[in-house]
């Protein structure tokens, strides 16, 4: 068989601004399997003048593809996506290349570009989430100690933080009583320079009486710049005040300083991500995000192309990929099409009930207290002795670098094979009694990080 050794680089690729991957002898799969698709029949019209040129470079790819040149494949996709935007053919195929090879960070990313182009993305993941499914999940918790922290809170497979844009009034009227409905908190990124400051409601983008309202609720207010400008290219007064002058409009008219920031259209550079830190915890941004949790996936929600099956085939393969998912969010309106990717409130309902199904496997928060979650356990440094074989006693400490505030880490007590019947957790000093849960042979005690051990005291339950 013909083995083959390559460095790909994909910045050399056109379309894809991300670093490169290596493959090595270990990783290469032996053979990529050929993938045929069609177009989506929505879609076909719209390619007539390009079809035959898009069509010769896709048998291109596929040659290549036969002669295991991958980059020039892809190369070959993505000068089809620069003549066509709207094929969705080459989606699939790149996305089949990167599932073929296990690249997931190239693939969430590369869905992401999905949402976000003006394709069929109902087909397009209607075509790639069933090869998702059959990825393995090699990132599954192990827990191979006897003691560790768990993945998300309450050990959950995955997170879904939503986070909804541009500050859309439909957002605090339709979303709100409908998250709350299921108790689930989320994230509205508000342009705070198109609120009226004088207490009007504007007709779309509300008041600030009602974004102070959702905060006081319990949901999220992020600062998604004073006026949407397109940031990173500005002067500095035009940085300081979509950045600085925000936060403070925020501060001020909601009552809690934003921790969150979102840039317009995810449009980023390493200064105005410093510029944006300064005085917030976390921006929403995939490769800045990536550096603390590696399996992170921000779809756009909404638009023509875009149904419940879809956002529901999400949760899914959240669950077996162990993804951080952040759905993005615009207004939500059935009736506004001509809205940026709008939602219907009767999508969001019965999403929202679908992962109210999953909540043993799926943590829903907002955006900041799941970076938070995250944040703190990659600081934390947890050590433990065994004390007898029915008692531990662990210490959560925190490093000092932490700037987020303290959260809830969720500890694994392995105590399979046999199942707990009780369980006590006391920490000295502690003003409250620690919450624990027994479930799957294990034992959950969720603890703030600090210096003072805990001691976990349990009963087995009785094997048959
Ligand atoms: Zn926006």
Redesign the pocket.
């Known amino acids: 068989m013909n083995k083959f050794k390559l460095a790909i680089f994909l910045l050399m690729i056109p379309g894809i601004a991300c670093p490169g991957f290596a493959l090595d002898e270990e990783s290469a799969p032996v053979m990529l399997t050929p993938v045929t698709v069609t177009v989506a029949p929505e879609v076909r019209a719209m390619l007539p003048a390009f079809k035959k040129a898009a069509d010769a470079k896709i048998e291109e790819s596929r040659q290549y593809l036969k002669d295991n040149k991958v980059i020039d494949a892809i190369n070959s996709l993505y000068q089809v996506l620069k003549m066509s935007p709207y094929d969705p053919r080459p989606y699939i195929l790149i996305a089949h290349i990167y599932i073929q090879l296990e690249k997931r960070d190239l693939l969430w990313k590369l869905l992401e570009d999905v949402s976000t182009a003006n394709t069929h993305q109902d087909y397009v993941y209607g075509k790639v989430m069933p090869e998702i499914s059959k990825l393995t999940s090699v990132t599954k918790n192990k827990h191979t100690e006897k003691v560790s922290l768990a993945r998300f809170k309450g050990d959950r497979k995955a997170a879904v933080s939503f986070v909804f844009?541009?500050g859309a009034k439909s957002v605090y009227t339709e979303a709100v009583p409908i998250l709350e409905k299921y108790g689930y908190a989320a994230t509205f990124a508000i342009n705070p320079g198109s609120i009226p400051d004088d207490g009007h409601e504007h007709p779309i983008l509300g008041s600030w009486a009602q974004w102070k309202d959702a905060h006081q609720r319990g949901f999220e207010i992020a600062n998604?710049a004073l006026h949407?400008s397109g940031i990173p290219e500005g002067p500095e007064d035009l940085l300081d005040r979509e950045i600085n002058t925000s936060f403070e409009m925020i501060l001020k008219n909601v009552g809690a300083p934003p921790r969150t920031f979102v840039f317009?259209?995810d449009v980023i550079n390493a200064y105005s991500l410093n510029k944006a830190k300064e005085r917030h915890i976390v921006v929403r941004n995939h490769d800045y995000l990536t550096e603390l949790y590696k399996s992170i996936f921000i779809p756009w929600y909404g638009g023509q192309y875009f149904s419940i099956a879809t956002a529901n085939q999400f949760v899914d393969i959240a669950k077996s990929q162990n993804l951080w998912l952040i759905p993005v969010g615009h207004a939500i309106t059935d009736k506004d099409i001509r809205s940026f990717k709008p939602i219907s409130a009767d999508l969001l309902e019965n999403h929202l009930a679908y992962i109210k199904q999953n909540e043993q496997d799926v943590w829903v928060d907002t955006f900041y207290n799941v970076y938070r979650y995250l944040a703190q356990k990659k600081a934390a440094v947890l050590s433990y002795n065994v004390v007898s074989g029915a008692s531990i006693e662990f210490t959560l400490d925190n490093r000092p670098e932490m700037n987020v505030a303290p959260t809830l880490l969720t500890v694994v007590i392995d105590t399979a094979p046999n199942p707990a019947e009780t369980v006590s957790a006391v920490q000295p000093g502690g003003t409250r009694p620690l919450h624990t849960r027994i479930a799957n042979q294990k034992i959950y005690v969720d603890v703030y990080p600090s210096d003072k051990p805990v001691q976990v005291y349990w009963e087995l339950a009785d094997v048959q």
């Open positions: 844009d541009d998604h949407h317009p259209s």
